[in-house]
Structures are given as structure tokens and as C-alpha cells.
């Protein structure tokens, strides 16, 4: 699948959000877009949720969510994804965990039998995170899926998930917390001195090198 390509047959298209943030959820989502929801996305104005302003995600996602009433979205808060990370030992298999269960979870619902997810990593821990239902599905893992509206829409799902973590998080410690990974070292370390390593664990993800840098202190 390149750039300009359009899979004409429905689909399910799958795309995260937080996987490169310090603090934050880490969130997955899965769209399902039958033929004329795949006609209606672009029209809407609907794409990659990396290139679109704040102001106009919240109107994506509202457009996204009438155009295709079936939808996941798994959001994994610091916490618990401290937890996996610390089983799995590999952000790719958190992720693929992560694909997966938004997979599975609309294909409860709805009948597919292709999806398309961006790709991470090596292709095999998606395929082999999948349960009975999805390892019924052709699957197509591309980077930069997000040309195809059904990633599209799921990361504009993700995305909006996401910031709305970041804003929950924010109203826990009192303060706004940074989005990325750089400059959030003087945040990190005013949760510490607020609420020590327990509450950093429930903001962030500790697995990241400002974990170390901040509890060297």
C-alpha cells in the first residue's frame, strides 16, 4: 500500500498515540470503515492526526465517530502500562498487545476479514498477538498507514484519547504536564518532590531514560 492507494473493500484500520511521550496513556484504536465510510472520511477532511491542530482533532474525532459507529479504543494509563512493559520487556510487544485487543474487540461486533494497522517493529508480534478471530483476517502492516482513511481515522481516535489522558493526569498532580519526550525533565521532577516515585509511576512511563535521570537525584 502507497501513498494514493485506497483499499476499496471494508476494513478495519488500527493506529496509537503516547507511544513517544514521557507521560501520558499509551492508547490504540481500531476503526471499522465499510466502502462508504472510506468515501466519507477524506471528505470530512479526516487524516493523519500528527499533521492536524488540536482545535480541528476534536471535530475529526466527532466526524469519525458518526461515520463509523464501530470503534475501539484501548487506553493503557501509566500505571498499567508500567506494569506490562515491566512483563513484556518490549515496547513492539506492548504494542502489538495493545493492536491486537482493539482487533479482536471489533471484530466482535462487526464482519471483516481485512485490516490494516501501522506498522512497528518486526511484522510477527502482531500477527502473533492475535487471537482465533483475528487470525482469520488478511492483515497488512505498512509504515505510515495513515495514508489509508481507515488508519487515518483511528489515529485521530488515538490522538484524542490520548490528550485526553494527558489533561486527567494534569488535573491529578495540579499542574500541566508536558507532551514528548524532551524538556519533561523539570516536570518529572516536580511530581517526584509532590508525590515521589509512586505518583511519577502513575503519570509517566518509567521506562524512559528521564525515569533514571529524575530518581538519581
Not at 64 to 82: D, G, H, S, T
Not at 96 to 112: P, Q
Request: charged share 25%; proline share 3%; glycine share 6%.
Amino acid at each position: 500500500m502507497t501513498e494514493g492507494t485506497l483499499i476499496a473493500s471494508s476494513h478495519i484500520g488500527s493506529d496509537e498515540a503516547g507511544k513517544g511521550d514521557y507521560f501520558g496513556a499509551l492508547v490504540v484504536a481500531g476503526v471499522y470503515a465499510d466502502q462508504v465510510a472510506l468515501q466519507r472520511l477524506p471528505q470530512a477532511g479526516v487524516r493523519d492526526a500528527k499533521k492536524v491542530a488540536d482545535s480541528t482533532l476534536w471535530r475529526l474525532e466527532k466526524a469519525v465517530k458518526q461515520i463509523c459507529p464501530a470503534f475501539e479504543v484501548v487506553m493503557i494509563l501509566p500505571a498499567r502500562y508500567n506494569e506490562l512493559h515491566a512483563k513484556m520487556r518490549n515496547l513492539n510487544r506492548l504494542l502489538a498487545w495493545a493492536h491486537a485487543r482493539a482487533i479482536e474487540n471489533l471484530l466482535a461486533r462487526v464482519e471483516c476479514g481485512l485490516a490494516v494497522a501501522d506498522q512497528f517493529g518486526d511484522e510477527r508480534f502482531l500477527e502473533e498477538s492475535l487471537m482465533k478471530r483475528g487470525r482469520r483476517l488478511r492483515l497488512i502492516q505498512q509504515v505510515r498507514a495513515e495514508v489509508d482513511p481507515a488508519v487515518a481515522a483511528a489515529s485521530v481516535l488515538a490522538r484524542a484519547a490520548f490528550l485526553r489522558s494527558i489533561e486527567r493526569l494534569s488535573a491529578e498532580v495540579g499542574f500541566e504536564l508536558p507532551r514528548g519526550a524532551t524538556h519533561v525533565l523539570p516536570a518529572a521532577r516536580r511530581v517526584v518532590e509532590q508525590g515521589g516515585e509512586a505518583l511519577l509511576g502513575r503519570t509517566a512511563k518509567l521506562h524512559f531514560r528521564t525515569t533514571k535521570q529524575v530518581l538519581a537525584r
